[in-house]
């Protein structure tokens, strides 16, 4: 019992950090989806790229539940809501998780295989925290135990506890506040401890990565040394962006940061506006996408030396409102939000797809 109370002191002491340490992408999520309670139009919410060719999105439409449509490579569809649940993550085009009630007052995992939803034999701990990287990869945060930790699925039917979760835990209570995982071999992760029993001591911050084989303790890492939005890719890649004039990258899970500027400040002055929020995205170590306004009339390109300029498609005149921005690889990228032709119009969807050199508007299924 005493461990259940001072588990909810700690997420309410770290409640405002939270939101401000999620990425760009994130932040606009959760700011969309406030500004969003009681409209009535769809919204999506949130997209998530995987692969080349491979995207899901998700968000709500009033009345209906939950929105959410996969990306081929060519076109949009809509992906049925299990029975009386939604889905959460997918690995793939014929791989996602979903929750759906079962009587009575019972919820259980489900699997879409493309065609039709069934029951997940591999039931996670906390089904809701699950992220899926492939049919085959998924990693899960535990919370039940009085120490929070990942756990996650490799196939087969039972899931297991990732190797040095919780590395920077240093004390009592220890919680995992966010996480996030871009490849099988490149998590992160962030939360805190208190320094003793009764959390008289004060609480701590900690940050842990996955390297594919353990998780580790990251706190003392070398930092580029500015705050801003975060986004990783491939094996070890991770670039740490704070326009105008300041971004950095990695190549070796944090260990050490070389600065990636070239030309960004100049770049941000073809921009209305360069300044946070931001949304950011890489699909490898030579491509990341970068927003840096909530209307932005086009996106920053990193080429892996320099950054560069790239015009968004306008709606008859109009920029959108990007909520959502996510990378699978360099020419598979997809910006979601919405937009209005006139302030007292209707607010209507967008969605735009990066190819590698241009955004195209990619129109997405009515519900």
């Known amino acids: 019992m005493k461990a259940n109370f001072v588990k909810l002191v700690l997420a309410a002491a770290v409640a405002a950090s939270l939101i401000a340490g999620l990425g760009g992408g994130a932040q606009a999520a959760v700011r969309a989806g406030r500004a969003s309670q009681g409209a009535s139009p769809p919204v999506l919410l949130s997209v998530r790229c995987i692969g080349n060719s491979f995207c899901y999105a998700t968000g709500s439409q009033p009345g209906h ?24 993550t997918c690995g793939g085009a014929s791989f996602c998780l979903g929750e759906a009630a079962v009587p009575p007052n019972h919820a259980q995992t489900v699997v879409w295989n493309g065609r039709t939803w069934r029951r997940f034999n591999a039931q996670p701990p906390v089904p809701g925290s699950v992220t899926c990287l492939s049919p085959k990869f998924c990693v899960g945060l535990d919370d039940i ?44 992760d962030s939360g805190s401890y208190c320094g003793d029993d009764d959390c008289d001591d004060g609480i701590f ?20 040394g500015f705050g801003g939005a975060q986004a990783c890719a491939g094996r070890a890649f991770c670039m740490v962006f704070d326009p105008p004039d300041q971004a950095a990258i990695t190549n070796d899970w944090s260990a050490t940061w070389q600065g990636a500027s070239a030309h960004l400040a ?7 506006s360069c300044t946070e929020p931001a949304l950011l995205a890489c699909g490898s170590s030579h491509s990341c996408l970068a927003t840096t306004s909530q209307n932005p009339g086009a996106t920053l390109v990193w080429n892996g030396a320099k950054w560069g300029v790239s ?8 920029a ?3 909520t959502s921005l996510s990378c699978g690889g360099p ?16 607010v209507r969807l ?16 009515k519900p």
């Open 205 to 224: 911050d900690y940050t842990d990565i996955w390297n594919g084989t353990t998780w580790s303790d990251s706190t003392e890492s070398p930092s580029p």
């Open 311 to 318: 015009k968004l498609l306008l709606v008859s005149g109009h």
């Open 350 to 365: 967008i969605v735009e797809h990066w190819n590698g050199k241009s955004w195209k508007v990619t129109p997405i299924q």
């Open 65 to 88: 539940g939950q929105l959410a449509e996969e990306w081929n490579g060519k076109a949009w569809r809509i992906i049925p809501n299990p029975k009386h649940g939604s889905l959460f």
């Open 320 to 322: 959108p409102k990007l």
């Open 331 to 346: 020419r598979n990228c997809m910006a979601t939000g919405t937009y209005q032709l006139n302030p007292r119009g209707a």
């Open 145 to 188: 135990n009085e120490r929070d930790g990942e756990d996650y699925w490799t196939g087969g039917s039972s899931w297991q506890r990732m190797p040095g979760t919780s590395a920077g835990c240093g004390g009592a209570f220890c919680t995992i506040q966010n996480f996030s995982c871009s490849s099988a071999t490149n998590c992160q």
């Open 266 to 272: 100049a770049s941000c002055r073809h921009l209305a």
